[in-house]
């Protein structure tokens, strides 16, 4: 069964570091997105990502954070400058929809594994 | 803006038993999808049952099926036979659908605990 994947699946940074947190959505999912979960809360909306552009974004979704597809394959989100707060799991995930649907993920995600980021 | 709660931030039951996980949202839409998603200790997340609003009838997947009351705007998850495996956090979202402005942002509730006793 296809997967999303998402590396590295721990990170460490000091604050004020730039990471980059990087996922390979399922080839052939036309909607991508972040979510992160800080430890024992719940899980929180960042971004959406659709034809090459950010298509919504949370209040969470700061100047320090942003997302890009570099090649096609790979997503990525990156935090420029990162705080004590940003210490989270990070989830990417991408849905599977027909080009030009209103279905955007109305089947459900795929999500990858998660990328647990520890700030010290 | 839509908001979903969980209100037992904890369950547990008996291997083989049945359990049944609760989830209330709020929203303004008629039409709207809602997921229960299974985190075990792993973390990843799993879908496990998805309920699109304009169906009345409530999906079933194997042991999980859901009621889905949407005048009183509940979506619980009922879990039948219950196995050592679903001990996992069970979390209930809303999806509006996708389309202008919205690309299928998920809202999530805070979680339901779920430990499986054998």
């Known amino acids: 069964e296809p997967e999303v994947t998402q590396t590295p699946s721990h990170q460490v940074t000091q604050m004020g570091q730039e990471v980059i947190l990087r996922c390979v959505p399922i080839s052939n999912h036309l909607y991508f997105y972040w979510y992160r979960q800080i430890l024992g809360q719940k899980v929180e909306f960042l971004v959406s990502f659709y034809n090459n552009e950010i298509s919504e974004k949370s209040e969470i979704f700061d100047d320090q954070f942003s997302v890009e597809r570099p090649d096609g394959s790979n997503f990525t989100l990156k935090i420029r400058s990162t705080k004590l707060e940003d210490s989270a799991m990070y989830f990417c995930?991408?849905?599977?929809?027909?080009?030009?649907?209103?279905?955007?993920?109305?089947?459900?995600?795929?999500f990858g594994s998660g990328t647990r980021l520890t700030v010290v | 803006a839509q908001t979903v709660t969980q209100s037992q931030p904890e369950m547990s039951v008996q291997e083989a038993e049945t359990v049944t996980l609760s989830c209330t949202y709020d929203t303004s839409e008629s039409n709207y999808y809602l997921f229960w998603y299974k985190q075990p200790p792993s973390r990843q997340m799993i879908l496990v049952i998805r309920?699109?609003?304009?169906?009345?009838q409530n999906a079933t997947e194997n042991r999980f099926s859901v009621n889905f009351q949407k005048a009183a705007k509940s979506f619980s998850l009922k879990i039948s036979d219950s196995q050592l495996g679903d001990t996992a956090m069970y979390f209930c979202a809303f999806m509006k659908p996708g389309g202008g402005t919205s690309y299928g942002k998920l809202t999530f509730g805070q979680g339901t605990i779920l430990t499986v006793h054998p």
């Open positions: 309920q699109e609003a304009y169906k009345q």
């Open positions: 995930a991408s849905s599977q929809t027909r080009r030009g649907s209103s279905q955007a993920g109305a089947y459900g995600y795929t």
